[in-house]
């Protein structure tokens, strides 16, 4: 044993350590009060890719946590509930009705968690009696915008901006800018489980998503047990790699007896760890 192989054994191990440390995804947080960050979700920069699935990144921007759709842009991430799947978001420019009118949630894994309708946005010219509500975010001195059921006959002065399905239950609220958007998101059957007991899930390495348009054909793995044992065996290695390099500093006589005596040291610590 020359200490050449000493120094190739312990930056391996320091290597391995720290792949096991990144492997046990740490749930993270954009500030106090903000939603924790786990699987299926990933904080994009912060976690590895494994700690998240696609589709489910987020970022912080000032302590807050926000979600981008490509058809829409950024929204805030007022919580996640992962035991029933709702994702809470709010507008950052606080008109939700630009949000419905032009987020798009097809090819994304995301629904409305409310049921959805048919609703049409219209443009007129002139002011509707107050029986219609007026989506005033959208509307100006001379363009009031309106939302109403899709099969109204449509008043003279009004055209049709589009029909979008929006969250039916959100219709009483629809002058509340603040009541915000639910989006519930679609697992695969097997992840499930491990998401709703806040297990530590993954997606499994190598596995190639050849098939997406059978939904997510991604795997996890809960990886705590295994990765925490495969850590301890490593700093055990790594002690007594240190304890030989000590040694050998002393004295560079190293014969077999030495050696064995550090394997058999390996599986006391590691023993001893398992014990704890
Ligand atoms: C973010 O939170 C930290 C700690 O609570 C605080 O010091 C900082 O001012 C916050 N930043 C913003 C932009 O709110
Ligand atoms: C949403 O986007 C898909 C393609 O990405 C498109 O086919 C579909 O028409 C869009 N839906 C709406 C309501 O715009
Ligand atoms: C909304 O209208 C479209 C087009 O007519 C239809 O395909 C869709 O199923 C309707 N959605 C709801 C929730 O009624
Ligand atoms: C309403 O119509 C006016 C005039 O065509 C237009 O400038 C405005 O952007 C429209 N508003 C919406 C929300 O479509």
Redesign the pocket.
Known sequence: MDSAFLFILFFSSMFLSIQAFQANCLILKCGDGAPDIRFPFRLSGRQPHHCGRPAFELSCKDNTTMIRFPSYGELVVKSISYDVRKLHLLDPKNCVHQVFLNLNLSHTPFRYYY????YTYLNCSTRLPPSFSEVTCLSDSRHHVYTVE?SLVLPESCRPVK???IP?SYSPYLADNSFGLGLTWSSPGSDEDCEAKGGQCKLQTGYSTTKPEKGFPIKYLNLGDISSKFLMVLLCILAVVLLISIKMYHSKKVDMQLENENLLEVLRCYKAQENM
């Open positions: 049921v959805i309708k048919n899709s029909t979008v399905a039916f």
